[in-house]
């Protein structure tokens, strides 16, 4: 296994890793809408999850990785009333592949977030 980490996303705020690669698999960790700097984005929904999906994106290119290449997504969401907005920019980035996906209503989300996705991804 190897660890995989970049500036180009918030550092790991606990005993954990931005993303392992297991075979030819990545997995990340849960990307909350912070920036690189550690700083939690200003606005709504949107912008949160236009955050996490570039955070997403940092690391799966870290790792030799692509949107193109997930295979597997997790969406944790504090109000399911949200879904609409995530989905959207969600779309934005998935466009021509669309990788399997689970979406979950949570009580809260670290530093109080409105949205955490994690993913899985062929590294190719």
Do not use: W
């Amino acid at each position: 296994m190897k660890t995989v980490a970049t500036e180009h996303a918030p550092q790991a705020i606990g005993p954990y890793s931005q993303g392992v690669i297991a075979g030819s698999y990545l997995f990340t960790s849960g990307q909350i809408p912070l920036k690189a700097d550690g700083t939690l984005v200003k606005g709504g929904i949107k912008e949160q999850t236009h955050q996490v999906l570039q955070n997403l994106q940092a690391v799966l290119e870290e790792a030799g990785a692509s949107f193109d290449t997930v295979v597997k997504t997790t969406v944790f969401i504090k109000d399911m009333n949200d879904f609409a907005d995530v989905n959207e920019v969600y779309g934005s980035y998935f466009t021509a592949h669309k990788p399997a996906r689970s979406c979950v209503e949570v009580a809260r989300l670290p530093k109080d977030a409105g949205v955490e996705i994690e993913v899985t991804a062929l590294i190719p």
